[in-house]
């Protein structure tokens, strides 16, 4: 077993964190990582009441510690969501994507309502901020990560965020990890655990519809892209200092950096590509995934996946330990 500062803060087995991936992390899914001694995240993102009152009992129905994940300027636009998430008592919460005023704010609130606060970062002035703001966990994100992400790669993020940690907080490193090296990689670098999103993707608890999964497996590395197109045909704010790594297809190849045209045919566009997710078009839908895509291989349930990431990443470290001479 692998006992870490974020183990023992929260209280889990293993230092593996499910992301909480709007659309694919479920009640069920989280449930699941938490059973396997990992932490689950439900993704509400950007904040759909039905939801919540739907996943949030199932990653709470058979205890354990679970958490959510909310996208902070998301829930400014949405008076009463914080509250709802809240009125169910996560025993941790997950905050992105905000100033420093919403991580101020958001970050006092979870932990003045008895939750462990976790902040994701993107560069160490971030770091800085959370810090200062309370939070219990920084997860220091890469640009390798799927979905939203800034430009800093995970490998100098970590050591960069850890400088301005010095110790006080874990460190959660991600952006494409999957498997057992990358986390004995985190560990070396002196994380305390790392944070999975494309690789819960690809699993049997997930919420991903059928032909994102099928997508998943087959797709390469050399097959995503960075884009705004997603967002933009959504019509939501996201900062411009962020894109969404994604499989390519049909809408991305065609929209891919005409972002001014793409939002002034909204009205046009918008209609034929909800129809299109609604039916699991994947030309047309996001399909957010990481530069680990090239390592998803199958669909398996949630818990083998954090027991296989564990047990590869304990081989790993002792076989370097043998490498060791006094």
């Not at 991580?103 to 993107?122: L, P, T």
């Not at 959370?130 to 890469?142: C, F, M, N, S, T």
């Amino acid at each position: 077993m692998i006992s870490t500062k974020l183990t023992e803060l929260l209280g889990i087995d293993h230092p593996v964190v499910c992301a909480p991936m709007g659309g694919v992390t479920g009640g069920r899914l989280a449930g699941a990582v938490t059973a396997a001694g990992g932490l689950g995240l439900v993704g509400v993102s950007y904040g759909d009441p039905a939801f919540i009152d739907e996943h949030l009992p199932q990653a709470a129905a058979n205890g354990g510690v679970w958490g959510v994940g909310c996208v902070m300027f998301t829930f400014d636009e949405r008076p009463g969501l914080w509250d709802k998430v809240l009125g169910y008592a996560p025993p941790v919460v997950a905050l992105s994507f905000g100033s420093t005023a919403q991580v101020e704010k958001y970050a006092a609130g979870a932990a003045e309502a008895g939750s462990r606060v976790v902040v994701q970062v993107h560069d160490p002035d971030q770091a800085a901020v959370a810090l200062r703001a309370g939070a219990h966990v920084i997860v220091a994100q890469g640009a390798e990560a799927g979905g939203h992400h800034a430009s800093r790669t995970t490998l100098p993020l970590i050591p960069a965020v850890l400088d301005v940690t010095r110790g006080e907080v874990p460190v959660v490193a991600a952006g494409g990890f999957a498997d057992g090296r990358g986390l004995a990689a985190a560990l070396a670098l002196g994380a305390d655990g790392v944070m999975m999103g494309t690789r819960f993707a690809a699993t049997e608890e997930s919420t991903a519809s059928p032909g994102f999964k099928a997508r998943l497996v087959s797709a390469s590395t050399d097959d995503t892209v960075n884009t705004r197109s997603f967002d933009v045909v959504r019509g939501i704010p996201w900062d411009e200092r962020y894109s969404a790594r994604s499989v390519a297809n049909d809408f991305t190849r065609t929209w891919t950096g005409r972002d001014p045209e793409l939002a002034a045919r909204r009205g046009e566009i918008e209609p034929a590509w909800t129809a299109a997710v609604a039916r699991d078009d994947t030309a047309q839908r996001a399909l957010f995934a990481g530069e680990n895509v090239d390592r998803i291989h199958d669909v398996r349930p949630a818990g083998q996946v954090v027991r296989d990431v564990v047990a590869d990443a304990e081989r790993i470290l002792a076989g370097l330990s043998r490498h060791l001479r006094a």
